[in-house]
């Protein structure tokens, strides 16, 4: 059973840093492009960064580029999001979510999310 | 960069019903690559329908979409209480970005 549990979240002050994870099972890994996705409260979601199964391509939206730093361990199975600079407007759920293994997949397997909440 | 609109907003109806969901995007969707998913409350969003048809694994065949190029919908035959929820297209090709629509949210009348 494909399983994705993010841990991470949590309440941090505007300028900040905070360090999500995402620990994968069920499924080959390192076969798998991941993505980051958040939700703030109350709206839509919204895709926050990319990164392929081994070649290193990355990957970000606009609103994260250069304060956010996605990365991940394959020998650990595991999916890390590095956020500095923390805005008021990075207050959302993050989730962690499958992308392909091969040509053209949505995001197929999500977590349940990590809370990060920023003051101002 | 494709921007994805949902419409409309909100849709209020009634459990039997037949549910029409609209995506629309800025420029042609290559390939077909568009999703959709369900999302609950309190729950992450789940995988309904990709490459614009195709139902993802274990989805209700009552759950349908068509379309291409630029316009897509998703289509709920008959409305079941567990259907209530918030619909989000996807469009997931070599943009280099994952854009998501706003979201339309099917209500109970």
């Known amino acids: 059973e494909v399983q994705l549990v993010e841990s991470g979240g949590g309440l941090v002050q505007a300028g900040g840093s905070l360090r999500l994870s995402c620990a994968a099972s069920g499924f080959t890994f390192s076969n798998y492009e991941m993505n980051w996705v958040r939700q703030a409260p109350g709206k839509g979601l919204e895709w926050v960064s990319y990164i392929a199964g081994s070649d290193g391509t990355i990957y970000y939206a606009a609103s994260v580029k250069g304060r956010f730093t996605i990365s991940r361990d394959n020998a650990k199975d595991s999916l890390y999001l590095h956020m500095n600079s923390l805005r008021a407007d990075d207050t959302a759920v993050y989730y962690c979510?499958?992308?392909?293994?091969?040509?053209?997949?949505?995001?197929?397997?999500w977590g349940q999310g990590t809370v990060v909440t920023v003051s101002s | 960069e494709i921007v994805l609109t949902q419409s409309p907003d909100t849709l209020s109806l009634s459990p039997g019903e037949r549910a029409t969901l609209s995506c629309r995007a800025s420029?042609?969707?290559?390939?077909?690559?568009l999703a959709w998913y369900q999302q609950k409350p309190g729950q992450a969003p789940r995988l309904l329908i990709y490459?614009?048809?195709s139902r993802a694994p274990g989805i209700p065949d009552r759950f349908s979409g068509s379309g291409s190029g630029t316009a897509f919908t998703l289509t709920i035959s008959r409305l079941e209480p567990e259907d209530f929820a918030v619909y989000y297209c996807?469009?997931?090709?070599?943009?280099?970005?994952?854009?998501f629509g706003q979201g339309t949210k099917v209500d109970i009348k």
């Open positions: 490459g614009a048809s």
């Open positions: 996807l469009h997931y090709g070599r943009s280099h970005t994952w854009p």
């Open positions: 420029q042609s969707v290559s390939g077909g690559h």
């Open positions: 979510a499958r992308g392909a293994s091969s040509g053209w997949y949505p995001l197929d397997f």
